[in-house]
């Protein structure tokens, strides 16, 4: 299968330690890439150990990317650590619960500085470089909140609309320079962000019942469809924003 080797790429994986990530390092390093870790702290390394006994070549930047000036750094780094990035996926995120009417000016701007500013930023900056090189992959991570409202997640809400729009955009002028830019957008999975749902008994059924698969996604889910995007098998997709979500959205 081809279309689908990763051997040889280089991938770039912001949030790639742990959570969805960290599932998505993995499932991209299976393929045979070369994984750059961007992570805001370097405690938990079993992500990067899985990738190194694959064989694979790991290489781990910690780095705050709700500053902007760090940015360029991340993006050296990761040129210094393999020459290239054929593959940018932008996961890092943050979620901010509570009402719209109480929601804080503090947790607006954090959520929208990580979630939406350096995605845009990330992009633009290892765009530069594949359209130089005339190739590249660039996923976003987008969410069921890129379609709707949610509850008390105002901040968020509006930065995953916007990750979606990002990606549409820069579908329209980079497709035609060998740049291929989509979105995943995960429905309710079993990661940190869910575990305040996951423990209130009345909306964790509520979910539930509404998801045709009748479970919470996980990490491995998020696999295929990383590798799909990353790969040649997706060179005439662009600007799609794929739901892997259960079946949520069909309800």
């Not at 350096?118 to 130089?132: D, N, P, S, Y």
């Not at 995007?229 to 079946?247: F, K």
Request: glycine share 10%.
């Amino acid at each position: 299968m081809s279309f689908f080797d990763l051997t040889g790429k280089a991938a770039v994986v912001t949030g790639g330690a742990v959570g969805l990530g960290g599932g998505i390092s993995l499932g991209l390093a299976k393929a045979g890439a070369d994984i750059v870790v961007v992570t805001s702290n370097d405690r938990n390394r079993e992500t990067q150990n899985q990738i190194e006994a694959m064989g694979r070549k790991v290489h781990t930047v910690v780095a705050n990317l709700s500053d902007e000036q760090e940015l360029p750094r991340v993006v050296s780094e990761a040129l210094s650590a393999f020459g290239k990035i054929d593959i940018l996926v932008n996961n890092a995120g943050i979620i901010r619960r509570t009402p719209a009417a109480e929601h804080s000016a503090q947790d607006w701007h954090d959520v929208i500085n990580l979630n939406m500013n350096a995605v845009f930023f990330l992009c633009q900056l290892v765009g530069r470089e594949m359209i130089k090189q005339g190739s590249g992959k660039i996923i976003n991570v987008a969410s069921m909140l890129s379609f709707q409202g949610g509850i008390n997640v105002p901040g968020y809400t509006a930065s995953k609309h916007a990750v979606a729009g990002i990606t549409k955009a820069l579908a329209n002028e980079w497709a035609s320079k060998g740049v291929q830019v989509n979105a995943i957008a995960p429905g309710y999975m079993a990661t940190d962000n869910t575990t305040a749902l996951r423990a209130d008994p009345e909306r964790s059924v509520q979910i539930l019942q509404r998801i045709p698969a009748g479970r919470w996604g996980t990490t491995e889910d998020l696999q295929g469809p990383a590798v799909f995007l990353a790969s040649s098998a997706s060179d005439y997709m662009n600007g799609h924003v794929l739901c892997v979500d259960g079946g949520w959205m069909n309800r």
